[in-house]
T-cell receptor, first 111, second 113 residues
């Protein structure tokens, strides 16, 4: 089924470990985004990408790395996970500077 | 820095009542969004407001935008239990390569019988 998917949906990892969250969309949208959702903060933009090989920082990029070698994939890597990165992560995509469509989310717990 | 404030943060209302959620933002923007989120779920787009005076309605929800006041409202008419969810407004800023969204903290709506 077409759309935007995220994997894994749930992840528990230990402090200091590297973890990668995957995002895949089948619409060939140019723009892709990563947000984190924390109670009391709404959603905050981590990184975004306007096209393959073009990425830029959002509001809270520290501790995260992204890449986009293919239009349909936008992985988010936590290089050395910390407890403060426990959150729900949402990926989104957009065909233009217009409406963003959100994936189902990944709930990440760092112990 | 763009700041987006929503109020109230939590709203408990009886079925059949009317209420309004407010979204204030601090700098000029070219578009504003309203999203709905059910517990444990993703965000569902409700409305996109593109210009001053824009009003959109879907069922019991109506959204409006006043760009001069930097204010958007989401009005709920004759609430029903199915409207229980968290509602977010998000303000867009175009940066040349993408439209970045800044979200409000959300309003958790609970509609009681």
């Amino acid at each position: 089924d077409a759309g935007i998917t995220q994997s894994p949906r749930y992840k528990i990892t230990e402090t200091g470990r590297q973890v990668t969250l995957m995002c895949h969309q089948t619409w060939s949208h140019s723009y892709m985004f990563w947000y984190r959702q924390d109670l009391g903060h709404g959603l905050r933009l981590i990184y975004y990408s306007a096209a393959a090989d073009i990425t830029d920082k959002g509001e809270v990029p520290d501790g995260y790395v992204v890449s986009r070698s293919k239009t349909e994939n936008f992985p988010l890597t936590l290089e050395s996970a910390t407890r403060s990165q426990t959150s729900v992560y949402f990926c989104a995509s957009s065909a233009s500077s217009y409406e963003q469509y959100f994936g189902p989310g990944t709930r990440l717990t760092v112990t | 820095e763009l700041k987006v404030e929503q109020n109230p943060l939590f709203l408990s209302m009886q079925e059949g009542k009317n209420y309004t959620i407010y979204c204030n933002y601090s700098t000029t923007s070219d578009r504003l969004y309203w999203y709905r989120q059910d517990p444990g779920k993703s965000l569902e787009s409700l409305f996109v407001l593109l210009s001053n005076g824009a009003v959109k309605q879907e069922g019991r929800l109506m959204a409006s935008l006043d760009t001069k006041a930097r204010l958007s409202t989401l009005h709920i008419t004759a609430a029903v239990h199915d409207l229980s969810a968290t509602y977010f407004c998000a303000v867009a800023r175009s940066t040349g390569t993408a439209s970045k969204l800044t979200f409000g903290t959300g309003t958790r709506l609970q509609v009681t019988l």
